[in-house]
Structure formats: structure tokens, C-alpha cells
């Protein structure tokens, strides 16, 4: 197969490849196996639509780069939302009342400058485009007027390979000039040029060359899983790993429940995975001993299941979707000291907004720090066909709030989008809010860059 290019479809409406989601038959395959014993659901499988119907665009692309636009459905329907629950279940109903009027494709630099100043001309909002799954609205335009998706996905060269320095800069065009920062180890001059740009959502500028620090594969892995019968040993156990500065490259405690659905374990106790690379085997021992100090138990579950559950799961959740459930996800970050009673907030939250209370919510830790964890929560519960965003619109207000009252963000590392705008605006002191339009009204004046996101 050396030298051929398979192309492969991407989903319209749900996650990933068109050909790796789960199809009809598979669907109805999963409600029987996994779902009727669990879930009140009435097996009917929820269609794709096929041709999607779109208002006209009301705009047409410019003549001197009009090979860089794009205007028809299939393009415009799937560059409509990103792929959180909210944008699948819309997709599949067919609800794409506000599509991007043209899909930019730009191939250079100097295709993002032509496309910003006649986006500014004409009177249209930007929307920057990257892999396209932002689960915060952080892809859609929420405004009425015309707007244009720039799909930056032909800008995928890898344009140097540095072996001997590991710094990261980022390269940034704005509507008002390019920004750059410099590649040093580290700086103290003033705020970081990398940090206003880095998580600032499309709204400043489009970055359009960023070099990342890439290690070499470790030639060295181990990995351990851990069995504790109490949870709060688990995280304990956790705590004291990172905080001993051990720094796993794998650290993922699962509690009970997601340890049975994501890791194979039906015993009802927590699994934590732990793995770590490099030359030093030393570390995972003296990580297993601080577990053992906390009653954990060396288990025979590996990550491999994980993984691979892990790798499939977009494609289930579309599936379940289909199948007529409310499948999200919500995640934070708070300090040690927080997180028994936000994990107990969050769970009691969902369940008591769930139609007839009934969900499963699972937690595990995405990311851990000498600070806190990042915990990410797994909702699940049965939906009225056709009532499904309502349904969770309110057990997201529900959960959020339970966040926001136990001291964690609203965000870990979701980012903010148009979805957590109300509890981003409560969560920043408002004089960074001010720096914040000071600095977009200095680089996007004409507020042309995805209006509605983080400011
Ligand atoms: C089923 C599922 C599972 C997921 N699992 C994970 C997970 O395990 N870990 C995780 O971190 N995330 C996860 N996510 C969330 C999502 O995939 C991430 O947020 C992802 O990093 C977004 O990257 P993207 O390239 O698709 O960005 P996009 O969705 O294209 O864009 C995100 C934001 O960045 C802006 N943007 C994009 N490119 C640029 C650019 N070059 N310059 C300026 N602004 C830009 C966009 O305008 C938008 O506001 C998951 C999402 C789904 C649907």
C-alpha cells in the first residue's frame, strides 16, 4: 500500500470517519446486548438524513480566489456545528437552520489575509476551523448575518523538524497584521505573546504555524492497573503520586461505574491506570507502593481494554444517540480539597435533572496536578425523541451550576465556546474581561474573528 492515498469520507453529522460509525443493524445489535436491561428505550434507530436542505448562501465568493471557497450542502451542512451532543442530535433532525453561507479552504498564509479583509468588505463573520469537534459551540455562528467557515485543514504541513531545540512559538495573523512570538526556552519578559493567543478560541487571530515540544518515542513504557475497594483511597493514592513528583505519562483513576463500562471490571471498585515512559521502571514501583499504602491492589485489567474503548467511544455515543439517549460529557478542574464534595455535587445534579431522575454518571480523572484533578463526568439517560437538546440544556444548567457552587471551572479543557459563555462571564474578575475587548478591539476591530465566543 506504500505510496497510495485512501480517501475517506468524514462524517457530516457525527463523529469521525463515514465508514467506522456504527450503521443500523449495528445499532439495534447494541440496544439488545447493552442497553434493554439497563435503559427504558424503544430500539427504533434515528435516521441520517441524506440530503441535507439548506437556505441559498448570501454570499459569493471572490472572484480572485474563488478556487478557496466552497458553497455546496454536504460542505456547508457539516461545517454548520461541531460535534458535541447538542450539534449531533440537531444534524440528525435535520435542524441546520444557520450553515456557514461559504467554507474557505485556504492553502497559505496569504489566502488568510485575502479572506479576512474581504470578509471585512462584505460585512461577514469569521469562523476559524480546525478539526471541527469542539463540544462548545466553539465552531458555530450564533449571530443572523452571512458568515464563513475557514477550514483550516489544508494548512497541515509539517515545516521543520527541529532535533536540537524543544522550544514552541506560535504564529499568529489577526485582522489588523501577523503576530509572532519568540522561541525561547523561557521568558520573563512581561505577560506571554504566546499565552494571550494560546486559547483565545479564533477570536484574536487564526494561528496559522505553532511549534509544539515533541519528544522522542520512548523506547521504554510500563504500565499497571490498580484495584482500590474505596474510591477515596484511589484518589488519596492519586494525590500523593503527583504530588510526590513522579509524573505518569498515564493517570486515570475510573470510578466504579466507568470502570465497568470503559474497563471491563464488574466487581464494583475503582480501577486506576497508571503508566509511565522512559528508562526508569523505578517510578511505576514507587507509585505501586504508594497505592498498596492506600489499600490499592495490583489487578490483571490493563489499559489495552480502556484504550480501545476509549478510541471507540465517539462512535458509540453517535450510536446511542441514534438510539434515542442523552449521551454528553462535562469536565473541570478544582483542588484536592474540593473534590469529594464537587464529585458528589455533580452526580446528585445530573440525577435529580434527569427526565424521571434516572442517569448514569460516571467520573474519571482526565488530568491530575500537585494541585487537583481534572475530573470528567459521563452522563447518560433515556430522551423524548425530538426533546433531546431541552433535556440537556437543562441537566447541563443543572451540573454547571453544581460545578460553579463546589469551587471548580467551568472548563478544563473543553474551552469556553458559545456553550459556557454565561459561567466563563461569571468566572473572570471583570477588569481581565475589559483587557480582553481592549485587546480584541486592538487586533479584530471590525470584531470580524467568531464573534460571540469568550468575549
Ligand atoms: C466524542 C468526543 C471526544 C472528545 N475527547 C476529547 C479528549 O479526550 N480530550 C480532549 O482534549 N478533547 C476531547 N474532545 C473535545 C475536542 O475534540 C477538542 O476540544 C479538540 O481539541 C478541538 O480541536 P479541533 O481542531 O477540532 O478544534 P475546532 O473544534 O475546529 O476549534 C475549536 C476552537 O478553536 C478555534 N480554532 C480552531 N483552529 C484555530 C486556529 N488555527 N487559530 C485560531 N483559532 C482556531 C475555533 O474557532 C474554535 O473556537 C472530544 C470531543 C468529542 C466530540
Known amino acids: 500500500m506504500g505510496g497510495t492515498y485512501r480517501w475517506r469520507e468524514k462524517s457530516w453529522w457525527g463523529w469521525g470517519w463515514a465508514d467506522e460509525g456504527l450503521d443500523d443493524a449495528a445499532c439495534r445489535e447494541l440496544a439488545e446486548r447493552a442497553l434493554r436491561p439497563w435503559m427504558p428505550i424503544d430500539g427504533s434507530v434515528l435516521p441520517i438524513p441524506f440530503d441535507p436542505l439548506l437556505d441559498p448562501p448570501r454570499l459569493i465568493p471572490p472572484s480572485m480566489m474563488a478556487e478557496a471557497f466552497a458553497a455546496d450542502s454536504m460542505a456547508r451542512a457539516a461545517h454548520t456545528y461541531g460535534k458535541s451532543f447538542r450539534d449531533v442530535v440537531r444534524a440528525l433532525h435535520g435542524d441546520l437552520r444557520h450553515p456557514p453561507d461559504l ?58 523538524i527541529d532535533e536540537v531545540n524543544h522550544a514552541v512559538r506560535v504564529r499568529v495573523v489577526t485582522p489588523q497584521g501577523p503576530v509572532e512570538s519568540l522561541r525561547v526556552p523561557a521568558s520573563g519578559a512581561g505577560p506571554s505573546v504566546a499565552g494571550l493567543f494560546l486559547g483565545s478560541e479564533g477570536t484574536l487571530g487564526v494561528i496559522v504555524e505553532a511549534w509544539l515540544r515533541v519528544t522522542r518515542r520512548p523506547e521504554r513504557k510500563s504500565s499497571a492497573g490498580v484495584r482500590f475497594d474505596v474510591y477515596g483511597e484511589g484518589v488519596a493514592a492519586v494525590r500523593e503520586i503527583v504530588q510526590a513528583g513522579l509524573r505518569p505519562s498515564n493517570c486515570r483513576l475510573l470510578d466504579p461505574v466507568e470502570a465497568m463500562l470503559t474497563a471491563g471490571a464488574t466487581d464494583g471498585r475503582a480501577r486506576l491506570l497508571l503508566g509511565f515512559e522512559g528508562p526508569y521502571d523505578r517510578l511505576l514501583d514507587d507509585a505501586l507502593e504508594i497505592c498498596r499504602s492506600h489499600g490499592g491492589v495490583t489487578d490483571e485489567v490493563q489499559d489495552g481494554t480502556f484504550r480501545d474503548t476509549f478510541l471507540r467511544a465517539p462512535y458509540t455515543r453517535d450510536a446511542l444517540i441514534r438510539l434515542g439517549l442523552v449521551v ?30 434516572v442517569a448514569v454518571v460516571t467520573c474519571r480523572f482526565t488530568h491530575v496536578y500537585p494541585d487537583g484533578p481534572a475530573p470528567y463526568f459521563t452522563i447518560v439517560t433515556p430522551a423524548r425523541r425530538g426533546a433531546e437538546v431541552a433535556i440537556w440544556d437543562e441537566i447541563k444548567a443543572a451540573v454547571s451550576a453544581a460545578i460553579v457552587d463546589s469551587g471548580g471551572t467551568i472548563t478544563h479543557h473543553h474551552a469556553v465556546g458559545r456553550d459556557h459563555r454565561p459561567w466563563y462571564d461569571d468566572e473572570r474578575p471583570p477588569l481581565f474581561a475589559e483587557a480582553l475587548r481592549a485587546a480584541k478591539r486592538t487586533l479584530d476591530p471590525r470584531g470580524v474573528l467568531n464573534p460571540g465566543v469568550l468575549i
Open 103 to 160: 467554507i474557505c479552504y485556504p492553502r497559505t498564509t496569504h489566502d488568510i489575509v485575502a479572506a479576512l479583509d474581504w470578509a471585512e468588505a462584505v460585512g461577514a463573520a469569521v469562523v476559524p476551523y480546525g478539526g471541527g469537534t469542539s463540544v462548545v459551540g466553539g465552531v458555530e455562528y450564533r449571530g443572523e448575518g452571512p458568515w464563513i467557515s475557514l477550514d483550516l485543514s489544508r494548512l497541515n504541513r509539517i515545516a521543520e
Open 328 to 357: 454528553e460529557t462535562v469536565e473541570t478542574a478544582c483542588t484536592w480539597s474540593r473534590f469529594e464534595q464537587l464529585h458528589e455535587a455533580v452526580i446528585a445534579a445530573a440525577q435529580a435533572a434527569a427526565p424521571a431522575r
